[in-house]
């Protein structure tokens, strides 16, 4: 079982980047990116459960950021646009077979991937 994320890197402030996380030896159900910047704890970004495609987000990435999953690849997406220095961390993606309450928290998800790192700078 493993996730692999990748997409993250340097970009100015106002432009965009795709975060990727790959699945391989699960079959993805709820899915979601966090953050944790330096000095900072992990927080919420965004999640998405693959049975009905419902979305959450963190009031920070709201019309900023858009989570996709894309089945073929069993992978899930992050469209950021907009970037701003506060967005400035490491992204994580993670995933749990079932999330029925608390989707924000990072307790309730047993896999996670590596981290990317994006950094939004003038």
């Known amino acids: 079982v493993q996730l692999q994320a990748s997409g993250g890197g340097l970009v100015q402030i106002g432009g965009s980047l795709r975060l990727s996380c790959v699945a391989s030896?699960?079959?993805?159900?709820?899915m979601s990116w966090f953050r944790q910047a330096p000095g900072k704890e992990r927080e919420f970004v965004a999640a998405?459960?693959?049975?009905?495609?419902?979305?959450y987000y963190a009031d920070s990435a709201k019309g900023r950021f858009t989570v996709s999953i894309d089945n073929p690849r069993n992978a899930m997406s992050l469209q950021m646009n907009s970037l701003k220095p506060e967005d400035t961390a490491v992204y994580y993606c993670?995933?749990?077979?079932?999330?029925?309450?608390?989707?924000?928290?990072?307790?309730?998800?047993?896999?996670w991937g590596q981290g990317t790192l994006v950094t939004v700078s003038s």
């Open positions: 993670a995933h749990s077979r079932v999330v029925l309450s608390g989707i924000r928290d990072p307790s309730n998800y047993p896999t």
């Open positions: 030896g699960l079959t993805i159900s709820t």
């Open positions: 998405i459960r693959r049975n009905g495609g419902h979305t």
